[in-house]
Antibody
Framework: EVQLVESGGGLVQPGGSLRLSCAASGFTFSSYWMSWVRQAPGKGLEWVANIKQDGSEKYYVDSVKGRFTISRDNAKNSLYLQMNSLRAEDTAVYYC??????????????WGQGTLVTVSS | AIWMTQSPSLLSASTGDRVTISCRMSQGISSYLAWYQQKPGKAPELLIYAASTLQSGVPSRFSGSGSGTDFTLTISCLQSEDFATYYCQQYYSFPYSFGQGTKLEIK
């Protein structure tokens, strides 16, 4: 059974940093692109970032470029999102998701339960 | 970036109704479109990918159509468990993007 379990969310002050983790199991993690998607309270879904199987390609939404870094450790079956210079507008539930097709241009077929990040003083 | 217009934002319907949700792109994306269902407090679930392919385990009352710039999600006979929020997503090019969402509520 595919499982994705996020952790690392919490309350952080504006300008602070946080590192989210996503532990994957039930599939060959190193064979799949992975994504982070977020959802602000009461709002819609926003794609945040994607990373290729070997980490050689990374893509970000403009609003987080230069502040967020997606990474992965295939030996630990883990996906990460390092978030720096956090702003109030980054407050959201952050989901990790598996990209269905090995090629990358594909939908997300499995999602974690999400972890809440709150940026507030 | 590709802009998406999803409509309507709110849809009121009754059990047994047939409903359609639209997603329009600012440029052609071939069939690189997915539809997701999200219930309150839960993660999104994949319903349809490649515009019209039903994800395994999804009831056949859900269907998707379209290509290029105009896409539609149809639910043929609404069941109580279908009242939720629905999102389209394009994965044709980065940055990927989602529609604004359609909340399907009980009339």
């Amino acid at each position: 059974e595919v499982q994705l379990v996020e952790s690392g969310g919490g309350l952080v002050q504006p300008g602070g940093s946080l590192r989210l983790s996503c532990a994957a199991s039930g599939f060959t993690f190193s064979s799949y692109w992975m994504s982070w998607v977020r959802q602000a309270p009461g709002k819609g879904l926003e794609w945040v970032a994607n990373i290729k199987q070997d980490g050689s390609e990374k893509y970000y939404v403009d609003s987080v470029k230069g502040r967020f870094t997606i990474s992965r450790d295939n030996a630990k079956n883990s996906l990460y999102l390092q978030m720096n210079s956090l702003r109030a507008e980054d407050t959201a539930v952050y989901y990790c998701a598996r990209v269905a097709d090995y090629g990358g241009n594909s939908e997300s077929d499995y999602w974690g339960q999400g972890t809440l990040v709150t940026v507030s003083s | 970036a590709i802009w998406m217009t999803q409509s309507p934002s709110l849809l009121s319907a009754s059990t047994g109704d047939r409903v359609t949700i639209s997603c329009r792109m600012s440029q052609g994306i071939s069939s690189y479109l997915a539809w997701y269902q999200q219930k309150p407090g839960k993660a999104p679930e994949l319903l349809i990918y490649a515009a019209s392919t039903l994800q395994s385990g999804v009831p056949s009352r859900f269907s998707g159509s379209g290509s290029g710039t105009d896409f539609t999600l149809t639910i043929s006979c609404l069941q109580s468990e279908d009242f939720a929020t629905y999102y389209c997503q394009q994965y044709y090019s980065f940055p990927y993007s989602f529609g604004q969402g359609t909340k399907l509520e009980i009339k």
